[in-house]
């Protein structure tokens, strides 16, 4: 009799299954669309400016992009619609300025990201860096969204971020990854970088593509070696000052990157 | 149910798992959709007993396989991933199993993902135009002042003399935890509070001094704000530094800081006989400067002196000239007793005495008369200034403000100078005062949100008597009959009072052009009486006609005043429209008139960006000035012990126009830079004089000529040569000025004067310990009347730089002058140095300073002017050599 209740049970539930499977094969065009989560991304390093970040998962979830955008000054904010911008420096400044973007393809374990030192555009690769968060037991609301806090250290910095399981996608803005969930807001304890979602949505799944011949491509640890070790910039400048001025100590470079310092550098900086 | 319920998921997990194995805990499989796609990057994760605390997580790779690691007990297993449902399962994890393999199969979720726009809270600790950098990050622990702390704060470039620049402009004000001590003068502070109590630095963007005009004016000011640790905060600190030389020598200096989230106290007090002018930048506490802001109504009114025995200006740093014995304190507090007042005191006593000796050969040859004056001068002033300031801010709601400045300075001077002139030995001595008054209230209302309306009042009442006595009486020619005269004193007193109203709206349209609005009315009285007598011994003998004044004078201003800045583009336009109407009112003795002119002065202004490395900004404006007390005076004055001036004795309004452009390619970090700056400006009219020279003394006269023209080129250059790892810098400058007088009764004369300048400079950026900095300098000055006279001056330094650790460095500093007019003693060499021991970091630092090493006792220098050429020579501070020592607690 027992098993009877289970064979009954067992075919309910396998109809079902068949059911379901077979509904869905009419109805998945659901997941050919990308995923498109937009962020404002404060920047607080020197001029403060707030830019616009946008993260594009692919249907299959095999790659992300993350697409920096816009260089709108933090006066502006609450009228986005005016472009009057007091300091046309930084409008020109991204006139000529290439796509800006994070690309991670965890199928081949690569992260490619772009950046802009001094007039060369560069394209810089490395493994997808591993980022160690640790789970807090600590939640809050965001317009209606329960999100966890995880707290990781990333190449000196101490991230805070909040995430939402409701998202489940490792894939994050920038360079995080490796979270249960999207994050929907991420920020350093010194509140220098902060990025914080501001709507999620579905796109036409277009391949990405960006034209790899207007960048230098350029390995990570070799960018880390022209940026801070081959500090002709810095020299110059220092060249530059008027009588008077007494360099008292050899000053390193201070860094005030998002990226402070890396994995295969001696920790004793700080 | 429960039942049901249970056997039930016992069931999906005998139909999911097809494998099990009992062993331990490490969990693996394959996630896949209905089709048996794998899906990538789908969640995995080990919630506890409860379901609700995530203890592990992972993803599923690109063939949608995941392994996932797990102590044993009572576990939730979930797997998600976006566009499909969610599936959890209980899962218990027993001893001794160590592999668990679970496939999972998951459903489409149906529900569409409809756009979703998220409100989140944005962080306050982002605020407009502020950028915050907490010092922690920046300080390597060598810093000890403020000024050295700043030194480290990206996109902040502090000079030789202190000035403290956010790029290229300089800070507006030093604030410590909001609250401003020093205005302008904050060098008081960069230079002497220690670093450590600060935790943070705020750098202000579009600064406005008046808060309610922020986002409104058009302002590009920067200010910074340092914001204290918790720990210093109502502590007491400071420091002290001695230094003592072989030759009695010395420097003290202290300073005593509370700061109280209430209230704040800083004391100063310095005290030097090495000719460091420590009051140097007491002007700036005086007067701030606060060109075209609202509210400045009267900043620019204030008495220039008739006479001054001061020491002269020398080509060179003044502290080698300047043999001084300073003692200064400065007491200064603000209070907050509500969160609505602010009070803000500031005391200063300053008690200066200096020596200057000069002597001189001037030249004279102008219209067929020539001779030669022989000057040996010894300057010896003393004064004591006393000022105090109460500054009085009501925030009487988010959008309304009061404020009410009040001002008083008193400065006593007395200079007594030992002259030897043409071999007659003479005593000159002028004891003048300066008492200053100044009220100002002011009420800000910024009535909608890009509006505001400022209402300003202002009083000033400032006086300065004088009075001045020769001991020797050397204008026999001039006074014929008064022969047995033998020394001669004048009395003098210039006496303003000022008083205006101002309205102004500031109106920043939606298009972000901004209008400005000004209506107003400004009162300026001015009496000058000056009093010349003529003594043998104590006995008055005349009081000569032509030589006393009695001028009252009265400049009633009504006005009003237009500007609108538009923005298009790449291009910024600026015009400006003045209007005036004034009511001028002339008393001279016993005449009176009066005069009520009327005039506009419009102005123009153009910024062009051509693109990132080309820009243009450019201005035309003309300008109608009304002429000063100082011009009009009747009467003829004794200007020094053989000068006379006079006014016009009339009402005049002088036109000008005048154009600057300036064209800059590249930009200061690039290793290429270079500007140029064009300035021409034209006096329709303006003030010369009809002088009579005489050996013994000149007559000067104001009169009124016709055009006047002065054109100034200036280009600079900077290039960095890689190779040697140093930077180029080029200079480039011309100026021209064409103007006429007239001498010893000569018809009009033509003056030309041009000026060239050109050098070069190098700097080096090693990173080793050594570093140089070499430059040089020609200037070749010219002037053309009907003689012309030229001269090229050289000079040149090399300084070297050497950091041997963070403990230890130590720095020389050449200069070379080179005079080309003089024949002998026409080079000089000066050598200087400093080093630094620091002995316990932060704590105390030992130091040894030389000055003119050569320990060159005089400096000669050679000037040339319309009327002859002069020399001159200085005698200057000896070498010594300072043992310092700075304490810090």
Known sequence: ?270 | MGRIKRRLIFFILVFFFSKISFSQTKIYGKVIDKNKTPIISSSITIKDSLNTSILTYTFSDENGNYTISNNTGNFYISFSSLGFKNKTFPLNLKKNQNELNIDVVLDEDLTPLDEVIIKAERSISIRNDTINFKTKYFVNGTEQTVEDLLKKIPGLNIDGQGTIKVGNQEIEKLMVDGDDLFEKGYKILSKNMPAYPIEEVEVLKNYSNNRLLKGVEESDKVALNLKLNEKSKRLWFGNVEVGISDNNFYELKGNLMNFGKKNKYYFLTTLNSIGYDATGDIEQLIRPYRRNEPASIGDNQSINSLLNLSASNTSFKKSRTNFNNAELASLNAIFNPSEKLKIKTLGFFNWDETNFFRNSLDFTNVNGTTFTNTENYQLRNKNRVSFGKLDFTYNISKTKMLEAITKYNNGEFNDTSNLVFNGNATIENLQHQNILFDQKINYTNKFKDKKVFLLTGRYIDEETPQNYAINQFFYQDLFPNSSNANNVKQQSSNKMQFAGINAHVLDRKENDDLLELQIGNEYRKDRLSTLFSLFENNTLIDAPEGYQNQTTYQVNDLYFKSKYRIKINDFALVGKLDLHQLFNNLQNGLFSNNQNPFFINPSIGLDWKINDNNKVTSSYSYNTTNSKVLDLYSDFVLTGFRSFSKGISGFNQLDASSMVINYQLGNWTDRFFTNIFVLYSKNHDFFSTNTIIEQNYTQSEKILIKDRAFLSVNSNLDYYFKFISSNLKLDLGFAKSEYKNIVNNSNLREIVSKNYNYGLEFRSAFKGLFNYHIGTEWTTTEIETTIKNSFTNNNSFLDLSFVFNEKFDFQLQSERYFFGNLDTNNTYYFLDFDARYKLTKNKMTLGLTGKNLFNTKTFRNFSISDIGTSTTEYRLLPRFILLKMEYRF
Not at chain 1, 59 to 74: D, H, L, M, Q, V
Not at chain 1, 132 to 145: A, M, Q, R
Not at chain 1, 157 to 174: E, H, I, Q
Not at chain 1, 180 to 208: A, C, H, M, Q
């Open chain 1, 1 to 270: 009799m027992k098993q009877l209740i289970y064979i009954t049970t067992f075919m309910k539930n396998f109809l079902l299954y068949i059911f379901t499977i077979s509904s869905f094969i009419f109805l998945n065009a659901q997941n050919t669309k990308a995923f498109v989560v937009n962020y404002d991304i404060y920047l607080n390093s020197d001029i403060p400016n707030i830019q616009n970040g946008k993260l594009l998962i692919n249907s299959s979830k095999s790659e992300s992009f993350f697409i920096i955008s816009g260089f709108k000054r933090i006066n502006d904010v609450n009228d986005i619609n005016k472009n009057a911008e007091d300091n046309a420096d930084l409008r020109i400044q991204m006139k000529s300025n290439k796509l800006r973007f994070v690309h991670v393809k965890p199928e081949t374990d690569s992260l490619f990201s772009t950046s802009k030192y001094f007039s060369n555009n560069y394209l810089i690769s490395e493994s997808i860096p591993k980022i160690d968060w640790v789970l807090l037991d600590e939640e809050k609301n965001i317009d209606g969204f329960v999100v966890a806090k995880a707290s990781a250290t990333f190449r000196g910095r101490k991230y805070y971020a909040w995430y939402s399981t409701t998202y489940p996608l490792s894939f994050g803005p920038w360079k995080f990854n490796g979270l249960p969930g999207l994050i929907f807001e991420v920020y350093d304890e010194t509140n220098t970088y902060r990025w914080i979602i501001k709507s999620i949505k579905k796109e036409n799944d277009v391949p990405f593509n960006y034209n790899i011949n207007e960048y230098n491509k350029i390995s990570l640890k070799k960018y880390v070696e022209v940026k801070y070790n081959d500090d002709e910039i810095t020299t110059f400048l220092k060249a530059k000052l008027p009588r008077g001025v007494k360099i008292s100590s050899e000053e390193k470079g201070q860094r005030n990157d998002i990226e402070l310092i890396y994995e295969w550098e001696n920790n004793t900086k700080k």
